[in-house]
């Protein structure tokens, strides 16, 4: 009898605990998401587009309730620095998720190129009617194709020019110039056209290549510029909106398809809102007070370097600006290239690009 009721109470004890498996790993609930989600971006955290990284992490976190925690992994550290590699590995499942640009992104999806196309786009508004066009649709579509989910735009910015020898006014100016590039073809390309003598290679390498005077330049936008000195190494600036690079927040298609509809949403608008906090940084003091204000009113932030361009300045840099014309001689320069990267790019895609931007 005495050992009946151990049985018992042991079989009362095993159901109990077994309920409770049940209970905890039923959808919805914690057990059932990974501990950790991991994430690449290329940059490191004090760069805008690493802040932004980190802005998306902590909304997930807290519109998911904890939930869903996602790592970053900095300076493409999962890919040994092979930033152009992020959209296959984030596609196979192995890193879950990217905050990444769509230049490291270019050589699996030729398509987003259509931002690297020199001296098409020129402007915050019309990068803006693109990305919320029918451009940035198609985009989307692309990378659904890859097996991507595209969740929002954020950005790098427009890309500026530095150097150690001279101020770049012409195409002239350029020649003979020893420039780092990102290794998307269309970077060599563009530089080849315009005279000078492009070197890629990875970010991870390249600011050792600036400090040991390996090359001569190279090409970012202020989100870069800024919080990587750039002045320590480059006494010459020009800033001519040449080429835009976007940054997508992306997810693996399959697993983010997987997540219940509400985590899906939290995500989707985790992302979104980081992405208009970090346009903002990367647009501070290029665009008036716009993105100032929304620093300061939306998001309680004051920006550390209000003016990109008169810190860089005030740091000893001379920053140039194109007249028209000037501006002119670099577009004839790199005419040549749009025959041979429209179609990579696709007639369709650029004339979409074209429509939204309501250029001719
Ligand atoms: O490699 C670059 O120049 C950088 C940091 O801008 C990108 O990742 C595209």
């Known amino acids: 009898m005495k050992k009946f009721s151990l049985y018992l109470k042991y079989a009362l004890v095993s159901v109990i605990a077994l309920s409770m498996v049940f209970v ?39 519109k998911t309730n904890g939930q869903i925690n996602i790592k970053p992994y900095y300076g493409s550290a999962l890919l040994k620095g092979a930033q152009l590699k992020s959209p296959q590995i984030v596609a196979t499942g192995v890193i879950d998720c990217a ?38 649709k198609a985009i989307f579509e692309v990378m659904d194709k890859n097996g991507l989910v595209g969740l929002a735009w954020a950005e790098n910015g427009f890309r500026q020019v530095t150097n150690s020898k001279r101020a770049i006014r012409s195409p002239q100016d350029l020649e003979g110039l020893r420039l780092r590039v990102v290794g998307s073809p269309i970077f060599i390309d563009t530089f080849r056209q315009l005279g000078a003598d492009p ?7 390249a600011v050792t290549a600036f400090q040991q005077g390996v090359v001569d330049g190279q090409e970012n936008p202020v989100g870069v510029l800024i919080p990587v000195q750039i002045w320590q190494y480059h006494k010459y600036a020009t800033f001519w909106n040449y080429l835009v690079d976007p ?37 501070a003091g290029l665009d008036g007070d716009k993105s100032l204000n929304i620093l300061k009113n ?8 209000p003016n990109p361009v008169k810190y860089a300045e005030s740091k000893g840099m001379t920053v140039t600006f194109l007249s028209d014309a000037e501006r002119n001689a670099f577009i004839e320069a ?27």
């Open 24 to 62: 905890f790993a039923a959808p919805g609930q914690a057990g059932k998401f990974k501990k950790e989600y991991k994430m690449t971006l290329n940059v490191g955290p004090q760069f805008y587009w690493g802040m932004g990284a980190i802005k998306f992490v902590e909304l997930v976190k807290q």
């Open 199 to 205: 070197v890629n290679m990875n970010w991870g390498d």
């Open 247 to 283: 940054v997508i927040v992306y997810w693996n298609k399959k697993q983010f398809s997987a997540f219940p509809k509400d985590i899906q949403k939290a995500i989707r608008e985790a992302a979104v809102e980081s992405a208009r906090f970090e346009k903002a940084l990367c647009r």
């Open 298 to 305: 939306e998001f309680n932030y004051t920006m550390k370097v």
């Open 99 to 136: 905050y990444e640009s769509t230049i490291n992104s270019s050589p699996v999806m030729p398509e987003m190129n259509i931002f690297s196309l020199p001296f098409f786009i020129n402007n915050f508004e019309n990068l803006d009617k693109m990305e919320y066009g029918q451009t940035g």
């Open 334 to 360: 790199t005419k040549p290239l749009y025959e041979k990267w429209i179609p990579k790019v696709g007639k369709a895609l650029y004339e979409k690009a074209k429509a939204d931007m309501g250029k001719p």
